[in-house]
């Protein structure tokens, strides 16, 4: 008897995670159509950014493009504009710097709106990467860090909120990294700004969900970009070796993911299987968007600490193997 016993809940319970699966969607945002829609991609002359432009625009959006670098903004919205789907499709270049006057983005914004509308889906993708250890790191990249990619995310976010709250609709992204969900070696100042992006990312989606506005919070890999080119010039041993454990994707693969997740309302975006451990593992309190992906959280995550504590220690044994190697050769000079 209590074999049968058994048997009725385990079949319940199986039911019941079935049915949960099949009214998943029906709870989930309506997904944003991007035809017709303004996005303004901020980091959006190279990289991701440009790349989420791109994808965008192929599916009807309309585009403006925010980087200080006013050649290179041009030369991307050439790239951008060989995508259109339609000949009412426009490309707008925005020159600010994000991260410095409060003003001078909410006036740049303000203009882009009156010429192609309220803003629909904000991607704040403009940002940078440092890599050095903690004692070698000048004082003021620490400083620079948070100002770009920390204040140059909330500058853009506070410009178009007021509206998108009036309009009841509206998409906001935040592009942090991998390395915003793990502290590794070398980035102590970066992954410090990209946790920022955490608390704001969540705190913000709570007071805008009423409002029909959904924030995805995305995490890159390492990206072939000009950014991840500059940043291994310079990488400590110890983080090369570490950044070598996963692989480098290329930047309209991400580009794809991420504007999927943001046109869906999906809270979490990541890349590849690594990305999809990590989103998991380290979801805390973060809102979920559907009841699937709130039953994988809590299905996968014993599994996935595991596999993480084998990770941490390979990563502890390669910081070690580094130091003592460094020490042998100076005590041999
Ligand atoms: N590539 C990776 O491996 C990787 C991994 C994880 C996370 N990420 C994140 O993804 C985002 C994009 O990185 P990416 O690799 O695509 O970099 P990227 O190719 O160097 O592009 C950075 C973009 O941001 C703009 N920008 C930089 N500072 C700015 C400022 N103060 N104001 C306005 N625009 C500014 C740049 O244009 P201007 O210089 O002309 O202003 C450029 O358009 C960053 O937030 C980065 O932290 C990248």
């Given amino acids: 008897l209590p074999f049968i016993m058994l048997l009725v809940v385990a079949a319940f319970i199986v039911a019941f995670v079935l049915l949960l699966y099949m ?9 944003l159509k991007l035809n017709g829609a303004h996005v303004v991609v901020t980091g959006g002359s190279s990289g991701i950014g440009k790349s989420i432009a791109v994808e965008c625009y192929r599916q009807g959006a309309f ?12 030369r991307a919205k050439k790239e951008v504009e060989k995508y259109a789907i339609n000949d009412k499709q426009v490309v707008l270049c925005v020159s ?13 914004i303000k203009q882009a709106q009156e010429k192609l509308g309220p803003v629909d889906m904000l991607i704040n993708c403009a940002g940078t990467s440092i890599s050095a250890k903690f004692e070698e790191m000048e004082v003021e990249r620490f400083k620079e860090m948070i100002e770009l990619n920390y204040l140059g995310s909330v500058y853009p976010t506070r410009a178009v909120i007021t ?33 920022a992006l955490r608390g704001l990312a969540e705190a913000l989606q709570m007071e805008v969900k009423p409002y029909n506005i959904y924030v995805t919070l995305a995490f890159p890999p390492d990206t072939d970009t000009p950014l991840l080119a500059e940043e291994n010039k310079s990488k400590p041993l110890e983080t090369k070796l570490i950044s070598e454990t996963s692989g480098v994707w290329q930047p309209d693969q991400v580009a794809k993911i991420f504007v999927r997740d943001a046109v869906q309302g999906n809270f979490n975006s990541s890349v590849g299987p690594d990305g999809y451990m990590l989103s998991a593992l380290t979801c805390g309190m973060s809102p979920v968007t559907s009841i699937t992906e709130g039953l994988q959280q809590i299905v996968t995550m014993g599994l996935f600490r595991s596999i993480a504590l084998f990770y941490l220690g390979s990563f502890d044994s390669i910081v070690r193997r580094c130091m003592i190697q460094r020490e042998q050769s100076k005590e041999a000079d």
Wanted: proline share 4%; no cysteine.
């Fill in 23 to 31: 009214i998943s969607p029906l709870i989930s945002p309506k997904p």
């Fill in 63 to 74: 585009i403006t493009l925010v980087a200080r670098d006013e050649e290179k903004l041009l």
């Fill in 96 to 108: 600010v710097d994000v991260s410095s006057d409060y003003t001078q983005v909410e006036n740049v």
């Fill in 163 to 195: 509206t998108m709250k009036e309009r009841r609709m509206g998409r906001i992204m935040f592009v942090s990294s991998q390395a915003g969900q793990i502290g590794l070696f070398g980035y102590t100042a970066y992954s410090a700004s990209k946790f």
